[in-house]
């Protein structure tokens, strides 16, 4: 499966910015998709999930200020993130769990995208 992202920045402290993934290869269905971040020095942060079911998942930094939504074209996630302050600086990186015609399970990470919100 490979992830492919965008949207990623600069934006000023209470901006907006939107973040793409898309997802292809043998997939058979896709279980859940997701963002995650990293900064310097910390581990890797979920930040939002979304199940197929459309069963969402947000931490607790983010709640109230980004959304997370499937979209067309069919296996894209969007993270839309709205008031954004400077600490959600970090790279973010997509996520997929899916089952592939072959009958296998994959989780796939994207490449990562910037995000930098300036003071």
């Known amino acids: 499966v490979q992830l492919v992202e965008s949207g990623g920045g600069l934006v000023q402290a209470g901006g907006s910015l939107r973040l793409s993934c898309t997802a292809s290869?043998?997939?058979?269905?896709?279980?859940?998709m997701g963002w995650y971040r990293r900064t310097p020095g910390k581990q890797l942060e979920l930040v939002a999930t979304?199940?197929?079911?459309?069963?969402?998942n947000y931490a607790d930094s983010v709640k109230g200020r980004f959304t997370i939504y499937r979209d067309s074209p069919e296996n894209t996630v969007i993270l839309q993130m709205n008031s954004l302050k400077p600490e959600d600086t970090a790279v973010y990186y997509c996520?997929?769990?899916?089952?592939?015609?072959?009958?296998?399970?994959?989780?796939?990470w994207g490449q990562g995208t910037q995000v930098t919100v300036s003071s």
């Open positions: 996520n997929s769990d899916s089952e592939l015609l072959n009958s296998d399970s994959s989780v796939s």
């Open positions: 290869g043998s997939i058979y269905s896709i279980n859940s």
């Open positions: 979304i199940t197929s079911a459309g069963r969402t």
